[in-house]
T-cell receptor, first 111, second 114 residues
Framework: KQEVTQIPAALSVPEGENLVLNCSFTDSAIYNLQWFRQDPGKGLTSLLL?????REQTSGRLNASLDKSSGRSTLYIAASQPGDSATYLCAVGSYNNDMRFGAGTRLTVKP | DGGITQSPKYLFRKEGQNVTLSCEQNLNHDAMYWYRQDPGQGLRLIYY???????QKGDIAEGYSVSREKKESFPLTVTSAQKNPTAFYLCASREDRGAKNIQYFGAGTRLSVL
C-alpha cells in the first residue's frame, strides 16, 4: 500500500524567501503526482500535476520536481508572499486510479 | 459555472441520527469520490464511483453509505454506526483527459456531533 509522507509538517518563513516543500512515497510505480493547495476550511485547489514520465512542471513561481526512483517530489516556491500561506498537499496517483495523500505542510509566510 | 458543489457547508449530527452530505458536479465526469480529512492527517478515501449505478468501498467505508443514481450526484450518508463522524468531508470528481488523471474538489462539508 502506497504511503505518502510530507516534511516538514509546518513551516514559517519571512516574505521574499525561496522555499522547498518535500513529499516522499514508498512505491515508485506511480501514474502521476499532484500538488494541491488548501486554505483553512476550504477544498483543494490543484497547483501542478506531474506525469510519471516527467521530471518537473512549472507554473509561475511554483516548480515541482519528481524523482520516481528515490520516491521523492519537491515543490519549490520562489519569492514567497503572505498570500502563499496555506496547507500544501501532495497526492500520488496509481494506475488503478487510486490516489494517496500526504498529511500536508502548513506554510506561513510572514510580512 | 462548472464545478463541484457540496452542501451544506456545516452540518451537525445528533447521536443516533443519519445525515446526508450532498455532492453535485456539472463537469460531466464519470468518476466521483468521497474523502474524510482529520486534523494532521491526509485525506482518506471513504467511497468512490467509476460510473452511474456502481460504487466501491474505500479504506474507511464502515459507518457510511453512498448512492450513484445520476452522473451528476454522489450523496454520502453518515449513519449512526459511524461512532466518530466529526471531520471535514471532501467530494471530488475525476477528469480523464488523455493520459492525465486529475481530481477536482468541492469546498467541503464540516460535520460535527451535538
Amino acid at each position: 500500500k502506497q504511503e505518502v509522507t510530507q516534511i516538514p509538517a509546518a513551516l514559517s518563513v519571512p516574505e521574499g524567501e525561496n522555499l522547498v516543500l518535500n513529499c516522499s512515497f514508498t512505491d515508485s510505480a506511480i501514474y502521476n503526482l499532484q500538488w494541491f493547495r488548501q486554505d483553512p476550511g476550504k477544498g483543494l485547489t490543484s497547483l501542478l500535476l506531474i506525469q510519471s514520465s516527467q521530471r518537473e512542471q512549472t507554473s509561475g513561481r511554483l516548480n515541482a520536481s519528481l524523482d520516481k526512483s528515490s520516491g521523492r517530489s519537491t515543490l519549490y516556491i520562489a519569492a514567497s508572499q503572505p498570500g502563499d500561506s496555506a496547507t500544501y498537499l501532495c497526492a500520488v496517483g496509481s494506475y488503478n486510479n487510486d490516489m494517496r495523500f500526504g498529511a500536508g505542510t502548513r506554510l506561513t509566510v510572514k510580512p | 459555472d462548472g464545478g463541484i458543489t457540496q452542501s451544506p457547508k456545516y452540518l451537525f449530527r445528533k447521536e443516533g441520527q443519519n445525515v446526508t452530505l450532498s455532492c453535485e458536479q456539472n463537469l460531466n465526469h464519470d468518476a466521483m469520490y468521497w474523502y474524510r480529512q482529520d486534523p494532521g492527517q491526509g485525506l482518506r478515501l471513504i467511497y468512490y464511483s467509476q460510473i452511474v449505478n456502481d460504487f466501491q468501498k474505500g479504506d474507511i467505508a464502515e459507518g457510511y453509505s453512498v448512492s450513484r443514481e445520476k452522473k451528476e450526484s454522489f450523496p454520502l450518508t453518515v449513519t449512526s454506526a459511524q461512532k466518530n463522524p466529526t471531520a471535514f468531508y471532501l467530494c471530488a470528481s475525476r477528469e480523464d483527459r488523455g493520459a492525465k488523471n486529475i481530481q477536482y474538489f468541492g469546498a467541503g462539508t464540516r460535520l460535527s456531533v451535538l
